[in-house]
């Protein structure tokens, strides 16, 4: 412990925090856990590993499905960046991986939309859903909140399996011979729902739309575990206003997750009947492939409503958990209680209320009556405020701080950044008048992957660096992580910003290739810089597989608290076992912020630390609570 | 062979990487250097905070000034240049906030790295500071939305009277055009009448259909009011013109509109550029397929002297396909209307063109 500590002469009482703040506990519920611990000793390693309860293990679990997944999104996109930034080369040495999807030296263009498809649709779903929030609200929410484990371990180990199940089907999916979905992520019908119009809506968009229900499923299992237990198990004095933020974070996300999917369920669902059994849900007045089909009266435009329905607060579900993490590793880094807990929380709230009814606001150019555009931009503008004083809190947060650059702390300063900047062209894009000439163009790629896929990357990252001597009882190496955060956070503002100006000249998404037009040829030059960055950002992204892997073997031993924070996780031994705690759960009572507090020797104190041990420092209502 | 050999070095390299990576730890180990947070590069990190802003900060104002020329298609209605107004002023409010945020941020990131002895303020809330940064971004977005709101109610409002009748019907992978003809109504179509020989489905027996006429090129007068009349046949596509600032989706079963205002023909646009090439490009914005992205029609914009000779000169449907005529005539005859039963009704509302001028 005190290899890691800033200031070593941290006093006795804070250094054995966890035994001082547990002793004095009534044991009310030894019996049970006793008795868990010793069923699971000589359990056989297929139940320990694989079809594990444990929270902790299915957190990982999540996590390494999760990076494999963003290897693939990754490669996706290197691919079709090629194509991008230069149109007129030659990919005769991609046969060997594409084979047939190389034509005369040439990316077939309907396997190009098949990899901007894909790419979207895992990066959306597959890492930042499952991978970011299954990871971190798995692992964190029982060991913040203390508590055993999940309310419920076999729901929770059928949430994994059931992703992985949907991962099997959507990875079978890239090798299918007439492609995978290849109708754009938001899979709008009709191209969706009728092969003649595209290969990858035969076969391929049937495996999506199953493994979708599978991920729905998955979702749903995990999001009324986390709801469960966050409101159910928190350990004794843990009130919801001592809670940390990530865990308010994960709560309001699984809450956007239950009440969100179950429409993506709908909606795929009547697109598999229209599909399959000839209804006429979203089709009408078709004529395709030399034919008239018979469906009339649906509309493509119900599909959007039901997609954006789930659509937008997915963004919500993606960037939440980042921003509670992000808030976490910031104060603590900062050595700083967060500024505006109750505000942090609050904006939390309005955002995850605001993210229900601002869904139209992708749909302004597509049919919609007007009049519900202008309803849709005022909502949509509104939920600038809670985000813009999340920003300022953070800011404030760092103001008069002493910060210690851990890679973690790097990474959650840089989610700062990008979330400021992709988050403010949104203010243009939220604009329903502004929106007719941006909508669908590079302009609304840059902001979206700025401000959702990229920031939550880097919340990400910094979990993962800040978590890791938790998850695997091992630190990863400093200096890699350096070097992994520089050259992302360089590689990401390189590829984005300069998207911008192809935005706003106009240039349409989806494009396999704007050279058959004079108004979007003129930024040649550019598409290429912004493919050479992208694809060196991406190969940066070894470096911390690299790092990831090689420090789970053979990383530098933890110890129990590295980071001096003050939340529960840190009670546990180095690598706890299940049940999280060998003794009794500690018990709270304070809020996980009193970083640097003044009267107090150390410059944090834990959260399982009573007032009574802590009279230089309490506040007066908190001596009240004390005497 | 050769492949193999590149393989063969780039394995052997990331070994070398890995034994080189791993010596340095040991030997960090074995001296005892290894302090993980607070050392050198703590400071390092935040001088290169402030690098970053710098760096960064310089190379982005470089980059958007040296592109900034090529990044505004040239405008051409008269709601487009309201709208560009609009970007850029809402983009220079952005701007600020921009600025101040992101200077704040890595300024204190690098003012308040870890120093010895120093402590953190303990400063957990501050109620006046909280409520102005929720006030001043809520007037600031009620001003914009209110500008918004205002802008996007007269674009989408109903189109004048005496607009000038397009209408765009997009298929894989091209756009069709239809012109209402002398009579200024549009006759109806039927997705179930299209066949190789009549693209857009047009029911003859309709008596507005007669003197309806189809173009390859899309031309509109100047100054005078646009109304395009939307359709899609199969998938989804939307109708984007970058220079008009004007886009709609179509979409199948589902007409859509979209009306605006051309300000500058084309000839004056080529001359304004100094371009003789230069073309108003209508390109398609909603993925539909392989050749999604050659979808494209040019539209001209004519003096309305030559829109209205060109508009004269144009041929009906009807009188170019006699066989067609023919064919819905013995139909018709044989007592098997209910192809023209089945039209829409809502094409056959008269559209609002009666004062046309032309």
Redesign the interface.
Known sequence: MS??S?KPNLSAAIQAAGGIGTAPVPHTEHGDHAHDEHEHHDQHWLWKYVFSQDHKTIARQYLITGMFWAIIGGTLSSLFRLQLGWPEGTMEWLTPVLGKWIEGGKLN??FY?ALVTMHGTIMVFFVLTAGLSGTFSNFLIPLQVGARDMASGFMNMLSYWFFFLSSLIMFASLFLETGPAS??WTI?P??SA?PQ??PGSGMGMTMWLVSMVFFIVSQLLGGVNYVTTVINLRTRGMSMSKLPLTIWAFFLTAVLGILSFPVLFSAALLLVFDRSFGTSFF??????AGQ?LPN??????LFQHLFWFLGHPEVYIVIMPAMGMVSEILATN??????????MIGSLMGISLLSFVVWAHHMF???MN?FL??VF??LT??I??PS??K??????T?????????TAM?FS?GF??LF??GG??G??LG????D??M???YFVVAHFHLVMGSSAFFGLFAGVYHWFPKMFGR?M????G?VHF?LT??GV?LVF??MH??G???F?R?????T?????S??AD?NKFISMAAIIAFLGQFIFIFNFF?SIF?G?RATQN?WNSNTLEWTTPIMPGHGNWPGEIPAVYRWP?D????GSEA?FIPQNVPYSQTQSSNLPYEQELAD | MSALTIIAVLVLLLVVFGLLFRLQILSSIFSGSFTRDIGMSNSVNAVLMLVFLIGGGGWFAYSFVENFGKMNPPIASVHGHHMDTMFWTTMAILGVAFTITQVLLFWYSYKYQHKEGRRAYFFSHNNKLEVIWTIIPAIVMASLIFAGWKAWARITGPAPKDSVVVEVMGKQFNWLVRYPGRDLKLGVINYRLIDASNDFGIDLNDQASQDDFTATEIHVPKGHPVLFKIRSRDVLHAVYMPNFRVQMYAVPGMPTRFWFTPTTSTDEMRAKLGNPKFNYELACNQVCGKSHYAMKAIVIVDEPDDYQNWFASQKSFASLNPDLVASFKQKAAQGTPKQAVAAEPKETVPAPLANASF
């Open positions: 290899d890691m800033a263009p309907e939309l109708a754009g709008y009709p191209l009728l119009a595209i089709l009408s007045d078709i004529y395709i008239a009339q009266g649906g509309s493509p435009v900062a050595r700083k209680p967060i500024f505006g807990y109750r505000a150019v597509t049919g007007p555009g202008s931009m005022f503008l509104i600038a405020v813009g004083v920003v300022f809190n953070w800011i404030a760092l103001w008069r701080g002493n910060i210690r650059f851990t790097l300063i700062v950044s400021i900047s403010l062209t203010i243009i604009n329903a008048t502004l007719i000439q909508h669908n163009t630190m190496d400093e200096k890699l350096y520089w956070f360089a503002y910003l300069p100006y192809v706003i000249a106009g349409p989806r494009y396999y290739a704007w058959g037009f004079d108004g979007f003129q930024f550019l090689y053979r530098r590295p912020y970083y640097s507090k003044p410059d």
